[in-house]
T-cell receptor
Framework: DTGVSQDPRHKITKRGQNVTFRCDPI?????LYWYRQTLGQGPEFLTY????????KSRLLSDRFSAERPKGSFSTLEIQRTEQGDSAMYLC????????????FGSGTQLSVL | AQRVTQPEKLLSVFKGAPVELKCNYS??????LFWYVQYSRQRLQLLLR??SRESIKGFTADLNKGETSFHLKKPFAQEEDSAMYYC??????????FGPGTRLSVLP
């Protein structure tokens, strides 16, 4: 499968624990995005990378959230001290060189915080 | 602030009937707009974008800057069109702003 892959597909954790998600984009894509989606809502932008540089971060993003893309390939999203409100689908998408090219989405990681 | 609204959470039509999914936006400048679709148990994928001026699976969308709208239309709905549809706006090449989505249900 040469599409965007995300791991794990599902994560159940207890409040206060840290969680980390991984995204592997399409190999030649240099842009990578993280979105969050809750029930009944559209995807909400969290952050994006151009190669290894994190170029934008949503003002809504708590400082408990951190993302990396160390070698400009895969990316990780970490949530520290999880809260019940963090329960959501976390989507990764990659994009080719131009800003207006289409996004290719992964299947997402469903996080449930108990 | 850049924003996309989709007023209908759910739209039900009968097979063969015309369908129109509404999308309105707020944006300063020349907007780049897209429709994304998510079929059951599949990932979100691009349906069409206004810059291409193309028809995909019989769907078309016209950008109306005066009404700040980008409604998605199809003259004859098919059962396989049942899905979640999201209108999205390219936010100055930095990220995409998505609407809340409309669930289209095409009844037999």
């Amino acid at each position: 499968d040469t599409g965007v892959s995300q791991d794990p597909r599902h994560k159940i954790t207890k409040r206060g624990q840290n969680v980390t998600f991984r995204c592997d984009p399409i190999s030649e894509h240099n842009r990578l995005y993280w979105y969050r989606q809750t029930l009944g809502q559209g995807p909400e932008f969290l952050t994006y990378f151009q190669n290894e540089a994190q170029l934008e971060k949503s003002r809504l993003l708590s400082d408990r959230f951190s993302a990396e893309r160390p070698k400009g390939s895969f990316s990780t999203l970490e949530i520290q001290r999880t809260e019940q409100g963090d329960s959501a689908m976390y989507l990764c998408a990659s994009q080719g060189r131009a800003g207006n090219e289409k996004l290719f989405f992964g299947s997402g990681t469903q996080l449930s915080v108990l | 602030a850049q924003r996309v609204t989709q007023p209908e959470k759910l739209l039900s039509v009968f097979k063969g009937a015309p369908v129109e999914l509404k999308c309105n936006y707020s944006y300063s400048g020349s907007p780049e707009l897209f429709w994304y679709v998510q079929y059951s148990r599949q990932r979100l994928q691009l349906l069409l974008r206004h810059i291409s001026r193309e028809s995909i699976k019989g769907f078309t969308a016209d950008l109306n800057k005066g009404e700040t709208s980008f409604h998605l239309k199809k003259p004859f709905a098919q059962e396989e069109d049942s899905a979640m549809y999201y209108c999205a706006l390219d936010n100055y090449g930095q990220n995409f702003v998505f609407g809340p989505g409309t669930r289209l249900s095409v009844l037999p």
